[in-house]
């Protein structure tokens, strides 16, 4: 099957790392100009010297923290200012909390971990519609199969990610696709860097959570980024307000304790 985005423009938040920098690297093999954003300038920088480097691309770093107002305003003005136009939004950027219980977790995680995952993907999405809608584009929102599991130490993160489904449903019924890709357990770094655990606890954590999946294997970032270019390309121009769960099978087995172990 081939993909051929020579003529778009992508934009992807949390592309500094994980699922949001295999997207970038491989929207930029099938020719995507990309506006890319991240709060970690060095790595950020890094992935889209590569992707100009050795694909060839127009790439637009953008700094901003998308908990804000601003930063969101920031994203959307250098974007269509840049490159005119826009016809793909991938709203991947995310923060976690650290193991908490209802009882434990304070008012102040929730809302930092609200701001970004939940307001900011509505605030980013709303500044840049109108453009999405002149070039018939559409919408990819991540979310996560927490959202759709009990998972105990998680209730701050696991909560930020069911929003996301009444969004993309909602969404549906504007022009943009407002298909959403429901990732899971994923290779990156954010797991390791929310619960602190060293490469050594990382590496049988990820064995631990592919004794829970039915197909045996964790996904990885570029599992993930497959499926949201395909669902971004004109293959799957009949999609929209779907839920499209990545996940080996892992939403049917019995995570939550397993889980809670690990973060303990």
């Given at each position: 099957m081939?993909y051929?985005f020579?003529?778009?423009?992508?934009l992807?938040?949390?592309a500094?790392?994980?699922i949001?920098?295999?997207?970038?690297l491989?929207?930029?093999?099938?020719?995507?100009?990309?506006?890319l954003v991240g709060?970690?300038?060095k790595?950020?920088n890094?992935v889209?010297d590569?992707?100009?480097k050795?694909?060839?691309?127009?790439?637009?770093?953008?700094?901003?923290?998308?908990?804000?107002?601003?930063?969101c305003?920031?994203?959307?003005?250098m974007?269509?200012?840049?490159?005119g136009?826009?016809?793909?939004?991938?709203?991947?950027?995310?923060?976690?909390?650290?193991?908490?219980l209802?009882?434990t977790?304070?008012m102040?995680?929730l809302?930092?971990v609200f701001?970004?995952?939940v307001?900011?993907?509505?605030?980013?999405?709303r500044l840049?519609?109108?453009?999405l809608?002149?070039?018939?584009g559409?919408i990819?929102?991540?979310?996560?199969?927490?959202g759709?599991m009990?998972n105990?130490?998680?209730?701050?993160?696991s909560m930020?990610k069911?929003?996301?489904?009444?969004?993309?449903?909602?969404?549906?019924s504007?022009?943009?696709?407002?298909?959403?890709?429901h990732r899971?357990?994923?290779?990156?770094?954010?797991?390791?860097?929310?619960?602190?655990?060293?490469?050594?606890?990382y590496?049988k954590?990820?064995?631990?959570?592919?004794?829970?999946?039915?197909?045996?294997?964790v996904?990885?970032?570029?599992?993930i980024?497959?499926?949201?270019v395909?669902?971004?390309?004109?293959?799957?121009?009949r999609v929209?307000?779907?839920?499209?769960?990545?996940?080996?099978?892992?939403?049917?087995?019995?995570?939550?304790?397993m889980l809670?172990?690990?973060?303990?």
């Amino acid at each position: 099957m081939e993909y051929n985005f020579s003529d778009k423009v992508v934009l992807v938040t949390g592309a500094s790392s994980g699922i949001g920098e295999a997207t970038a690297l491989l929207f930029a093999k099938f020719g995507a100009q990309l506006a890319l954003v991240g709060r970690n300038e060095k790595n950020l920088n890094a992935v889209a010297d590569q992707c100009m480097k050795e694909l060839g691309v127009r790439v637009l770093p953008i700094i901003a923290d998308l908990g804000t107002d601003e930063g969101c305003e920031k994203v959307a003005k250098m974007t269509l200012e840049h490159y005119g136009r826009l016809d793909v939004l991938v709203n991947n950027a995310g923060i976690g909390s650290k193991y908490d219980l209802i009882e434990t977790n304070s008012m102040e995680m929730l809302d930092r971990v609200f701001s970004v995952n939940v307001r900011g993907v509505y605030n980013l999405t709303r500044l840049v519609v109108p453009a999405l809608v002149k070039s018939n584009g559409n919408i990819v929102n991540i979310s996560s199969v927490v959202g759709k599991m009990v998972n105990v130490g998680m209730l701050t993160y696991s909560m930020s990610k069911v929003p996301p489904t009444g969004f993309s449903f909602f969404c549906a019924s504007c022009p943009s696709s407002g298909a959403r890709v429901h990732r899971t357990t994923t290779i990156t770094s954010f797991y390791q860097r929310l619960t602190e655990i060293t490469e050594e606890e990382y590496k049988k954590h990820l064995e631990d959570c592919e004794r829970c999946i039915p197909l045996g294997k964790v996904c990885t970032s570029e599992d993930i980024a497959k499926t949201i270019v395909h669902v971004a390309s004109e293959h799957s121009c009949r999609v929209t307000g779907t839920d499209i769960v990545v996940d080996g099978g892992l939403q049917f087995s019995s995570f939550g304790n397993m889980l809670k172990d690990a973060l303990n």
